[in-house]
């Protein structure tokens, strides 16, 4: 989910934004670093280019390395930290932050609107396999930030649906590699506000399954799209939702074993760090955002 306010986040005095990557064993490299501008959420395309967004715009950064460039959005609104990219890289799919979310070309162009005028806030999270559906969580304007649930929208916005309508709040909805299941976290497993684990649903909304089982707060799990492995930011015990600016940690996993990480990468970040997927397209790599500060 992206920010309560409709403006882009800035860094601190003393703060910088670092772009890395990691491999299974959480070895990393550095790919970018500026204490100027704060980029957040990368997508890793087929094209080798991660997708970002920094100051309401879309930016392409060489996953190499390199520098960032804007990637031309016509008719877009300032954008949050919640996209993806259709699985043939070619469009990205973008939460702005009239809270609707936009469909642009991906070598840039004319951005349309793709969810309904339903009087819903709109946070996009995942992509079924097939390209044809977009994960999200909804939440109802001056409702607060704690009732977020999942709903399924169609990608030509033929429909809308309800996933799930747990009292608690739900977020980060990503589908599996076979679209039968959506993974997420939510807090229905506890009654301490903001204290979220990582789960799964059937596309149908049956058969709910808790996979993390630990006194952290776990958000945000994306599985490699070779079905291997997943990684998850788990924020400290006592956590309220997934501010920005703490002592965080990912987790790699070897699926099944969701308790079991086998790498671990300590950082300050948070908010922006990877709210979305950044796998590689052979899912050995992933991206994340870092905000150390002096």
Known sequence: MADSQPSYRTLAP??????????LTGTTRLVYE?????????????????????????WDLPAAGGVPTQISADKLPPVNNDHVL??????IYASANDWQIYTVPRTGGTAAQVSLDDGRMHFLHGISPDGTVLSY???QPGGGWGNGNVRLLATDSSWDIPLTDSPRHDDGP????????????????????????IARVTIDGSDLRRLTHDDQVDWFPHISPNGTHAVYISFPAGTTGHPADKPVELRIVELPEWDAPVATIQLFG?????????????????????????
């Open 86 to 91: 259709s699985p043939d890289g070619k469009t």
């Open 174 to 197: 990503e589908f599996s590699l076979d679209g039968e299941w959506v993974y997420f976290n939510t807090e229905l497993f506890t009654t301490a506000d903001g204290h979220a684990q």
């Open 14 to 23: 003393g703060q910088r934004c670092q772009v890395w990557v990691s491999d």
């Open 137 to 139: 969580v909804a939440l």
């Open 270 to 294: 948070g908010q922006g760090t990877i709210n979305v997927t950044s796998w590689s397209p052979d899912g050995t790599e992933f991206a994340y955002v870092a905000y150390p500060t002096d």
């Open 34 to 58: 500026t204490g100027e501008v704060l980029f957040e959420a990368p997508n890793w395309g087929p094209d080798g280019q991660l997708v970002l967004n920094a100051e309401g715009l879309l």
